[in-house]
């Protein structure tokens, strides 16, 4: 099993900076992806970046990218999501998301974080 821990939402004006945190501990050792996940309210949950631990890999969707950057540092099991430029479209709770090595599946998922940007 593996835990996720989310830290650092928060009230912003549109223009600001969050900086996310997502902390795993368990079976640490099997996870590859660790991804961000948001979903605002009336909308499904949706891919917002992700990291691969084997390959380095980043992606994210076309609406943050130049602005959102992930990343990870291995030796503490976490991974980050740095926002700038934030806008108010950018309003949901944000989830963190880990699956192991050769699995299509998000398994494990954090409690959610809530980011609200202000006009």
């Known amino acids: 099993q593996v835990q996720l821990v989310e830290s650092g939402g928060g009230l912003v004006q549109a223009g600001g900076s969050l900086r996310l945190s997502c902390a795993a501990s368990g079976l640490t050792f099997r996870i590859d992806d660790m991804g961000w996940f948001r979903q605002a309210p009336g909308k499904e949950r949706e891919f917002v970046a992700a990291?691969?631990?084997?390959?380095?890999?980043?992606s994210y969707i076309d609406s943050v990218k130049g602005r959102f950057t992930i990343s990870r540092d291995n030796a503490k099991n976490t991974v980050f999501l740095q926002m700038n430029s934030l806008k108010p479209d950018d309003t949901a709770v944000y989830y963190c998301a880990a699956r192991f090595a050769g699995s299509n599946e998000w398994r494990y998922w954090g409690q959610g974080t809530q980011v609200t940007i202000s006009l």
């Open positions: 990291s691969g631990r084997i390959t380095g890999y980043t």
